[in-house]
């Protein structure tokens, strides 16, 4: 899930100072589960515009979707027309996306954080950076490159304080954690594995993923 935080209001209305005529956009699935960009803060945003015409609000379910933010916004083709600004309440991808799909003024109102894994509402961890050189199966399944503050591939850095993290001392080093976990389960050889370091030239952005239809 992307997980997003709010941007200060009256920075959102400083981008759109220009529009008079607005839409906001929420998404009703990773911006809904963080609370930035759902039902209820699709209401406020609409009332922080009160001193502007709002001429509609829409969640979209995945507005990062272009398919999906294609169908959806047919529902307020007029108003759309007559719009100078959409403010998206949504990730960064999405924010893009609908200024793809409408070709209008998109005002982003979040910051997009992070892929991050659900715990429950309100608590969400951050436990891959996507570096496109997945390591998971020799590390036990936790990732270094995101559970180490230095992204180490290789550990445990010089710095490790007994099995703490030198860097966060009340936390164990990830490195530690992955050997623990690998000798546990009897698979201790992965851990003199030596990953290379991410090819960079085949890693970065933008990223794309296009295969054809079988
Ligand atoms: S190694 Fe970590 S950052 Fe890279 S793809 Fe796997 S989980 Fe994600
Ligand atoms: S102590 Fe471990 S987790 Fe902390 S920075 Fe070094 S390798 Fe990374």
Not at 167 to 186: F, K, N, Q
């Amino acid at each position: 899930m992307i997980v997003t935080r709010k941007k200060d209001v009256e920075t959102v209305k400083k981008h759109a100072s220009k529009a008079r005529k607005v839409i906001i956009v929420g998404c009703s699935e990773c911006a809904a589960i963080c609370r930035t960009g759902g039902s209820e803060q699709v209401r406020e945003m609409a009332e922080a515009f009160s001193d502007r015409e709002v001429l509609a609000t829409i969640s979209i379910e995945s507005p990062c979707d272009k398919r999906i933010s294609t169908r959806d916004f047919k529902r307020i083709e007029e108003e759309l027309a007559d719009a100078d600004a959409l403010i998206a309440l949504t990730c960064g991808s999405g924010a893009q996306a609908i200024s793809e799909v409408t070709g209008k003024r998109v005002v982003a109102a979040l910051d997009t954080d992070f892929v991050g894994m659900v715990e429950r509402l309100g608590r969400f961890y951050e436990r891959c950076s996507h570096c496109g050189e997945c390591i998971l199966n020799e590390t036990a399944l936790l990732c270094p490159v995101t559970l180490c503050p230095k992204g180490v591939r290789n550990g445990p850095c010089d710095g490790i304080k007994g099995t703490a993290c030198e860097v966060y001392e009340d936390r164990e080093c990830v490195w530690h954690a992955i050997h623990s976990r690998l000798t546990e389960r009897g698979e201790l050889e992965a851990f003199t594995v030596y990953h290379a370091p991410v090819d960079w030239s085949e890693c970065h952005s933008p990223k794309e993923a296009v295969w054809e239809r079988s």
